[in-house]
């Protein structure tokens, strides 16, 4: 799960940015184990749009899950914990991991951890999402087009959020959501992909177009070809 253990306390994990990221485990206190828990109690119960998942469908993108229930019945069964920790870079939000202890964990920037707002869980669950997302490949490889498949999850889970509750974001414009959650949503569903292209190139087109599980879209071909001509 593209993870490189360093040492007991930290390890090195190939995500989002160019290198590798280097996370320290941070122990969940109960501030923060009640955040997780509001987050997957509001994922679980979320419903995503049939014509938000046509419409991604369309662009040549396959989300993993098809509703919030269906990720936390994922973390469940594979034991798949969520924790924070500190992370090397502190753009990146969350990351798929290892626990001191082997497990699968899904980790949450720990910037976040004292997060306990509404909008802030509601961010975090979607993080949690795209996460699992990673964890269902359940291998080493990654791409742009696994990315793409995996942002989906951000955008069905933030705008399932959105109709739940039109005005929940109103006002957020912390780098988690203009540079994040908000900033996918609207980039997915605009009728122009020039910026959706632009934004994935500049994160993630260095990664090849696809791989074995996610075969490269048309899409995910013309992302690469602007890192190429970069």
Do not use: W
Not at 21 to 37: A, L
């Amino acid at each position: 799960m593209r993870i490189a253990p360093v040492s007991s306390n930290s390890f090195g994990t190939r995500n989002a940015l160019k290198g590798v990221i280097y996370i320290s485990p941070v122990k969940n206190g109960k501030t923060q184990e009640g955040i997780i828990d509001s987050a997957l109690d509001s994922l679980d119960e979320v419903v995503f749009s049939k014509d938000d998942i046509s419409h991604i469908k369309s662009m040549g993108i396959t989300p993993p899950f098809e509703s919030g229930e269906e990720v936390v019945d994922f973390l469940e069964e594979e034991n798949i914990d969520v924790q924070y920790g500190k992370f090397s870079d502190k753009k990146v939000h969350a990351c798929l991991g290892r626990s001191e202890d082997g497990n699968a964990t899904v980790f949450i920037n720990s910037r976040y951890k004292d997060s306990k707002s509404e909008p802030e869980i509601l961010a975090t669950a979607a993080a949690i999402a795209h996460e699992a997302g990673h964890a269902k490949d359940k291998d080493n490889s990654n791409s742009i087009q696994e990315e793409l498949d995996n942002l989906s999850l951000n955008v069905l889970t933030h705008r399932a959020f959105e109709r739940e509750n039109p005005h929940v974001f109103d006002g957020c414009n912390s780098y988690r959501f203009t540079e994040g959650v908000s900033l996918y949503s609207k980039l997915f569903f605009d009728d122009d992909t020039t910026a959706l292209k632009a934004r994935v190139a500049d994160i993630y087109g260095y990664m090849k177009a696809g791989d074995d599980k996610h075969p490269a879209s048309p899409l995910a071909n013309e992302i690469k070809q602007l890192d190429i001509v970069a």
